[in-house]
């Protein structure tokens, strides 16, 4: 009898028990849902967060640079945008920098964009021109670093600002002589006006110019990293499963985006996933350290070219600015994105 009233009451405790608590994460994305962030999508809708103990809400951004101040001001706990913004903030605001856990865009994408028929052939023939871009462009953000290094006076450069979807009619109609912008994001948002970039728009790129840049990481605020580094590694961990199925199968990842955002087209979409894959995340050094990692030496080189061109106070240390301790093993990070 004892033994079967001890048993019922293990039986009630295990009842009335709560379930284990997720811990909530809010994530800020670098723009508008799109197919080119597919894996957060499916990481979410196919539970890999979930498994890992974790509740993801996911949000719109409006820029790569515009999702490090909301995180660092405590209104999200993670991101997806431009580390070079962060290590801006890392060297004025070190204590509110949030923090790098696993790089997606390794290839610099950065550009300025121009007509076909445009005078403009080389970088110093932006003096007197006009650029335009959305204010937390990334590229527009490097400008200053990128005018130093191509030896542009900018000063003898006007930059206009523009709401994200004016920047290729303005461009078209001659009303800025150049733009700001990733090289994927104004490709597409070109053929969506009917243009096609191989033939109507050359690409001056930033990467050309020596600064072989990384681009946009997943970040953490520095807060969240410490009292919470489970949840972190298991981010990661769902989050670098999600990429390894898209890369693999991207009509699949697809789905997830058209499933999270009706309106977009789903042609449209696999080909700017296609296209990111192949053009931002394809840097030749994965095939050594893998996708989500940062090589040390280059990102040190980074700061030290967005610190010394910006005139920034400090220079940070790549350990600041990127922390691979959360990363999954080396055997488990693709080593190629694309064929």
Known sequence: MKAFLTACGLALAFIAAPAAAQTPIKLVLNWKYEG????????QDKGYFKEEGLDVTIDQGEGSAASIPKVAAGAYQAG??????????????????PVGVYMLYNTPPFTLVVKSDSPIKTPKDLEGKTIGGPANDGALKLFPAFAKIAKI??????????????REQMLSRGQIDAGFGYVTTVSFSAKGMGLDPAKDLRFIRYGDYGMDLYSNTVFFAKSFVKENPKAVAGFVKALNRAVKEVIANPDAGVDYAI????????????????????NDMSHPEIARIGLGDVDDARLTKDIAIVVEANGLPRTPTAGEIFDRSFLPARADRPSKTSN
């Open 259 to 278: 499933k999270r955002e009706p309106l977009l087209k789903r042609d449209v979409e696999k080909e700017k996933l296609i296209a990111t894959l192949k």
């Open 153 to 166: 006076d900018a000063s003898k450069v006007t930059i206009t600002n523009m709401a994200p979807n004016l």
């Open 80 to 97: 997806f945008g431009d580390i070079n913004a962060l290590i801006d903030l890392a060297s004025k605001r070190p204590a509110d920098a």
């Open 36 to 43: 080119a962030q597919s894996w957060f999508f499916l990481a």
